[in-house]
């Protein structure tokens, strides 16, 4: 004799058989009608059409979907009449009351989907083994209760009276639920009022107990559309700290926070009720589905309702809190790569330091060359002498004069070699300008790259947190079915903690890069800055060209283009330059310290006076054929005959600077090249490593979630799960450092090259290009074609 389900079974492999899916009609069970945005049952549909939709033709008939009015005999009667209702194949409960309900029946005449239960313990639904038992019945709970949601709300705020809003009916759904409170109430050492409460804001507000200081929302369907955006507002006004029970959108729509209830977790949600459906229709019975549902629990704080209300969340809460409405301050500006550079360029203070050297070589060669320039002078004197030492020949008791004189450098070598020397100082002072540009721009893109790289980390650092917060939820509902013991649990609580703990780090270090870079473009140093990757493709389009490969294709052509680089950066480089000049100075040095042994200083001098007045002794010159004015005039020509052996050991000087110069210049030279060879092989290194990490982090993540899956049907031990993180972690890591790594090494060539045009300005690339190739002829080389 063949049982119901193996009829069901036969039926449905003759449809598949004959190609035809087979026709399914859901009714849908609610507590009763509402207004409200969110419900489950599109979402639900969608999920159903994706999974079963080449498999059976499933439909929701709106006359096969009934509520009860929000009492518990309305709810009764819409159950009877679904289950009695020949048309409908399966039932879903897509109310607290309606899932309570259902589950109170012994015996069902079809499948069931129970679908809200919040703490199937408390509820006193059916459970064996992680099933419900009861045949043609499953239901979905995360069998999280509210004992850890409310302590959490406690640590977080801090207070000590606590009202707790409930819909009546959910009241009369879970009459435990009262008990379970009080319990609560004198273990986590606060007050619990309950509220019951039907569809009125107001209303709500008005029953509020004078002494409460914290808000527990559990969900109200019955309120209008606008309902919770207006019983928000209702608690922001009063600044009372509110926690949602039903999750993120009611967060959205302004209540202060809610542990739980990630972005994809409705998704989740109603694909699960699409699995259990589909396992139902393809034979298997509903009492032994599995019935617990690991749900995300994650903080989540509405930082614009906090503001309000002035709540300041402590770090160890943000850490590990999602901010909605975290709006960016007012001075927050965009940044990107290029206007950072471009920007520092104006505004860093080294840089501005560095313009002064300029400045100052160009007031010392003005100073040299006036040297050069006529001299001319003025003089008054009054002067007054013993009346017994007058005498009109020489000077008068009392005198005032007046002169005037000039000078004229005919020839000198030392003026010449000043002003020689002072002008390729200057040249110096221009290249080492030059110089301090290249190392603002790299200290830039550096700081800039940093922030990012530090910005991806944290990304990273807080995704393994929610992997582990989402592993620790798996080992309580593994604890709360039987399938694991608390060990596993105290040992996600432990990984979390540590998992917390290297958030704070990289958001540590993201703090010091964004320090280092407002330091380096001159701005306040605690300004915040928001990045954009935008324009990074950009920048790096001289290595996306296909020429590029065929360049470094195999160690011929890669050795050529080193030597390519090597040579350009020899060309570019200021600091070379600037040697040189300082060379050329120095050169000009040894030329005047020889030059003085034989070639003399020539000057051309004059000077004229007038006596103004005399009076006293000797002012009386009748007779004596003098007038007042006076004037010489020469020319003068010098030349050291002995000096004590200062020419011989200043031109044995010159020449010491001069030969350490050049072993400097030698030595910078080879700098260069080291420096451009090393940057090279870094990059050769760096650049694969990009790929490669993210083959490895994607292979990483795939093992990861096959261990999760095994772990959550006990085949692996929570050993062998935390590894798998750690690998994927690590892999993951090592994706986000890569890159950026590699960002870091390329502006390293850059500056090794003495030039950022590459970066700057991305068309110059073809110039670029052209360079390469024209070097690869002349030296008899091909690059690979492709």
Sequence with gaps: MLSIRDLFLTAIMVFLA?????????????????????TTLDLVKQEVASLLGDEFDV???????????WTP??????????LRDPQVDVIITLGLLASSEVARIERLAKPVIAAVVPDAELQGFPFRNGVSGRRNFVYISSFKGIDEELSTFHRTVGFSHLTIIADETSMGAVPEFRTKSAQLARDLGFAIDIVAVKDSVDNILSVLPAETDAVYVTPLWRLPADGIERLAAGLVKRGLPSLSLLGRSEVEAGLLMTIGGLPSDDTRFARRIGLNLQRILLGEDAGEIEVGFRLGRRLVINMRTARAIGFLPRWAVLIDAEKINDEQPADARKLGLYDAMIESIKTNLLLQASEFDIRIAEDDVQTARSTLLPQLDVSATRSQIDSDRANPLVQAEKSLDAGVGGSQIIYSEQARASL?????????????????????????????????RAQALEAVRRSNLEVTRTNLELARVRESVGASGR????????????????????????????????????????????????????????LNDPRFDSFIGNPVVWETFIDFSVAEAMSLSPELRQFESNVQAQQ??????????????????????NNIDRSGAGSDRTGLMLDDESWTIGVSASLPLFSGGALKSRLSRSRHTLSQLERQYAALSENIEARMRAALHQVGGSFPAIELS???????????????????????????????????????????????????DYMEILRARGNFDLVLDPPSSQAWYESVEAYFSEHGVSPLRR
Aim: charged share 25%.
């Design 18 to 38: 004959c190609d035809t899916a087979l026709a399914v009609a859901v009714g849908v069970v609610i507590d009763g009608p509402t207004a409200r945005q969110g």
């Design 59 to 69: 439909s929701f008939p709106q006359e096969k979907l009934r509520h009860g009015d």
């Design 73 to 82: 005999d309305g709810v009764r009667t819409a159950l009877a009449e679904t």
């Design 420 to 452: 020689a020397i002072a002008r390729r100082l200057a040249d110096a002072a221009g290249e080492g300008y030059q110089s301090t540009i290249l190392d603002t721009l790299q200290g830039t893109a550096t700081a800039y790259l940093s922030l990012l």
């Design 487 to 542: 060990a596993d649990v105290l040992r996600w609580e432990s990984q979390i903690a540590r998992d917390r703990q290297d958030v704070l780090s990289a958001q540590a270090t993201r703090f010091r890069a964004l320090t280092e870079l407002n330091r380096v473009m001159n701005r306040p140093q605690a300004e915040p800055v928001t990045t954009v990757r935008d324009g990074l493709d950009e920048t790096l389009a001289v």
């Design 588 to 609: 000009r040095d040894v030329l005047a310290a020889r030059r003085a042994w034989y070639v003399p200083d020539i000057a051309l001098s004059a000077d004229a006076g």
């Design 694 to 744: 993210q083959d490895a982090a994607r292979a990483a993540a795939a093992n990861l979630d096959l261990v999760i899956d095994a772990y959550s049907k006990g085949a692996v031990s929570v050993t062998d799960l935390i590894d798998a993180q750690d690998a994927a972690l690590s892999a993951k890591l090592a994706a986000a450092e890569a890159e950026y790594a590699f960002l870091i």
